[in-house]
């Protein structure tokens, strides 16, 4: 993928990345209310909305009832995390430098060969459990 093609994917997908409060902020600020007018709306304290909207506190539901009212939209939409599972993990590799990527990995697996080893080890064993058991009982049963 190019870098330019990269990028544009990124910002495609860049608020389904978004925690809650970037969320929240970004449909304030496409509705033209700034923080101290929402505050008043809501009964929350300025400091609360700045909190909420920094991701510091997760909203309790009263706030995020009283936010949905002043910005009169369902929060359970805006609420909505990533794609993304909780097994799940993402990595992003930005490669400006193909041969400083390739010193630093060498420079990875050199350090951590061990630990590198344990993970392969562990996923190989965790995929190819059912085989490994099969094998076993055959060895123990004489077959």
Request: proline share 2%; hydrophobic share 35%; charged share 25%.
């Amino acid at each position: 993928m190019t870098p330019r093609c990269q990028y544009t994917s990124h910002l495609l997908q860049s608020y389904l990345h978004m925690e809650f409060g970037e969320r929240l902020k970004e449909l304030r600020t496409r509705l033209n209310y700034s923080q101290k007018e929402i505050s008043e709306k809501t009964g929350l304290t300025l400091r609360t909305i700045q909190r909420i909207e920094n991701n510091e506190v997760k909203p309790s539901l009263h706030s995020l009832r009283v936010l949905g009212e002043a910005l009169q939209t369902d929060l359970t939409e805006v609420g909505k995390s990533s794609v993304a599972k909780p097994y799940e993990f993402n990595v992003n590799l930005k490669i400006t430098d193909m041969n400083q990527f390739l010193t630093d990995l060498k420079t990875l697996v050199k350090t951590h060969w061990k630990t590198i080893l344990f993970i392969v080890l562990v996923i190989y064993l965790f995929t190819n459990y059912t085989d490994i058991k099969a094998g076993i009982l055959d060895g123990w049963n004489g077959k």
